[in-house]
């Protein structure tokens, strides 16, 4: 699940930390970054969770109208097509995420406000109007309904955005592109796999995992070195008037294009520079993309970057 784009960005985040405090290691430095790795998983689940949680509460209001002193036929015959939902009933009984959430304790019992806040604006939507009535509905249909719902609702609600800030600092910078993994998910949910549908893993393979241990220990047992090379190709900035951030991302993708020879130049540059506009500063992207290709081309005229073509190997 933890592609090489989430991994880089975990990296860059990691060392600017690293930079900027005193005391700290190699492998505390490593054990940081692992530990972000896992509370971005944690996310997952804990997003996957809010179908649920959701679900739970829309069938809560059902019950609670059914129970009123005076309910009305529409109270005591609710259209429950929501709450009936096939995709969320298979999530709910599925054994690696009921196991996962019991052994990370994660629950949304202490913000249960923001359950309600993303229901009513899943009443209020055009979709969840559609699915309602529609003449009848299937597995697939009741798939989209919900991969609707994370990408519209949401992956767009500052409210939820702003719990799961309070919630772990870890996941201030993840919703996006958790979302989006969970949108494969939903996706690859198969009604036949019952309660044994899989999830999607940490990692992809070991491969991935080693990526980000390799690439962050380069730039650290690399770094002064990494930053001459930035030094030289900046002569007409003095070091301290670069945004530090840029510094960072710099290293880290010299580190790559040096020590990853299976990895396409253009891909790390690519890379990068998309960062740098998300994570630095306006004129980021542009300034980082002009050192670079200096760099990148100093170091093809010195033979000192060397390129493998892998085409079995598909990692960016």
């Known amino acids: 699940m933890i592609n090489r784009v989430l991994l880089r960005i975990k990296i860059v985040q990691i060392l600017y930390s690293y930079y900027k405090s005193d005391g700290k290691s190699l492998p505390l430095a490593e054990k940081e970054l692992f530990h972000s790795i896992e509370k971005t998983y944690d996310l997952y689940y804990h997003l996957l969770q809010l179908s649920i949680e959701i679900t739970r509460f829309a069938a809560d209001k059902i019950e609670t109208k059914r129970n009123k002193l005076r309910p009305t ?26 196991e996962y959430l019991q052994a990370h304790k994660l629950s949304w019992v202490n913000d249960s406000e923001i359950i309600k806040v993303l229901f009513e604006k899943i009443i209020d939507s055009e979709f969840y109007s559609e699915y309602m009535n529609a003449p009848a509905t299937d597995y697939a249909a009741d798939k989209d309904i919900w991969r609707k719902i994370f990408k519209k609702i949401i992956l767009q609600s500052e409210e939820l955005d702003d719990s799961i800030q309070d919630q772990n600092i870890y996941w201030t910078d993840d ?33 991935d995992a080693e990526f980000a241990r390799k690439l962050m220990r380069s730039v650290l047992t690399k770094g002064p070195k990494l930053r001459e090379m930035i030094d030289v190709n900046t002569k007409n900035w003095e070091l301290d008037r670069i945004a530090f951030m840029d510094i960072v991302i710099m290293e880290v993708a010299l580190a790559e294009l040096m020590d990853f020879p299976t990895i396409p130049v253009n891909v790390t540059l690519n890379e990068y ?3 740098a506009k998300t994570y630095s500063t306006e004129k980021s992207g542009t300034f980082i993309n002009g050192v670079l290709d200096n760099i990148v081309g100093q170091l093809k005229s010195e033979n000192k970057l060397i ?3 892998m085409f079995s190997d598909n990692k960016k």
């Open 273 to 275: 520079i998309e960062i």
């Open 73 to 98: 036929p529409e109270d005591l015959n609710p259209n429950t097509r929501f709450i009936d939902n096939a995709f969320v009933a298979q999530l709910s009984n599925n054994i690696q995420f009921n």
């Open 175 to 207: 919703i996006e592109m958790v979302v989006s993994f969970i949108i494969k998910t939903i996706k690859r949910f198969d009604e036949s796999k019952g309660d044994e549908q899989p999830l999607l893993p940490m990692f992809k393979d070991e491969e």
């Open 307 to 309: 390129k493998v073509v």
